[in-house]
């Protein structure tokens, strides 16, 4: 941990301050999207909710259609800024906090994050999954969605660090690295048993996987 993981996590976050003004974009014109977003419907998602990497809030109205509170959570003031337009439910509340460091002050029902889980460095998963755990009350899910292995024909993958990487580019012609895991169903599910999680994750809508936990 540390090293190239911090390099990376600082990279990927100025990425997506940078490019939140363009962020909308593959929701707007990409039908896979489109339709990956109507699996929110079918997701076990109940009570005060925990949405982390909220972004700019393309699954937070989902969400709060169907909880009792979300406290959606991201690290870029330039995302949430965009979030703050599209979602003025009453029962959604917007906090920006580093998510390596940030830990609530409350349990939540529900944890639910969307296209997170593959920006989370491999040696800081058990971490992460952990501090899922800890935001979770009991009987409460894990619940979240991302890319698969199929997402990596897509992106400009980079094999020459130690981290899984991906290069993105903004409008203005600059590059950023993120980490990128492309995480396959079957391995991810016995990562997260490995981590003493009950996971389901499935292919979902194409090249997408969506994934529930439990702490038993
Ligand atoms: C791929 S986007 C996902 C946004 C949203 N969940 C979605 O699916 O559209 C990743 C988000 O993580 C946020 N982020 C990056 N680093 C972060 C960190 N260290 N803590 C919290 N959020 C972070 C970015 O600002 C960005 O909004």
Redesign the pocket.
């Given at each position: 941990m540390g090293g190239e993981d911090d390099v990376l996590?600082a990279e990927?976050?100025a990425y997506?301050r940078a490019g939140a003004a363009e962020y909308d974009r593959p929701y707007r014109e990409r039908a896979d999207i489109q339709e990956l977003l109507t699996v929110a419907d079918r997701l076990p998602v109940a009570g005060d909710v925990l949405e982390l990497?909220?972004?700019?809030g393309?699954?937070t109205p989902l969400l709060a259609a169907r909880a009792r509170s979300v406290t959606a959570?991201?690290?870029?003031a330039e995302?949430i800024a965009v979030a703050r337009k599209r979602v003025t439910s009453a029962n959604v509340e917007f906090v920006r906090?580093?998510?390596?460091s940030w830990r609530p002050s409350r349990r939540y029902d529900t944890v639910f994050f969307?296209?997170?889980l593959s920006?989370v460095p491999p040696a800081r998963l058990p971490a992460f999954w952990d501090a899922v755990a800890a935001a979770l009350a009991p009987g409460g899910r894990a619940v979240f969605v991302d890319d698969g292995p199929g997402g990596a024909a897509g992106e400009e993958v980079l094999t020459d660090g130690a981290v899984p990487a991906a290069l993105r580019r903004l409008a203005d012609g600059s590059a950023y690295r993120v980490v990128k895991v492309f995480h396959d169903a079957t391995a991810l599910t016995d990562r997260l048993a490995s981590l003493g999680w009950s996971a389901r994750v499935r292919p979902t809508a194409g090249k997408f996987l969506v994934g529930i936990a439990e702490r038993p």
């Open positions: 996590l990927q976050l997506y990497a909220c972004g700019t393309q699954w959570v991201d690290a870029a995302t906090a580093d998510l390596f969307a296209f997170w920006h």
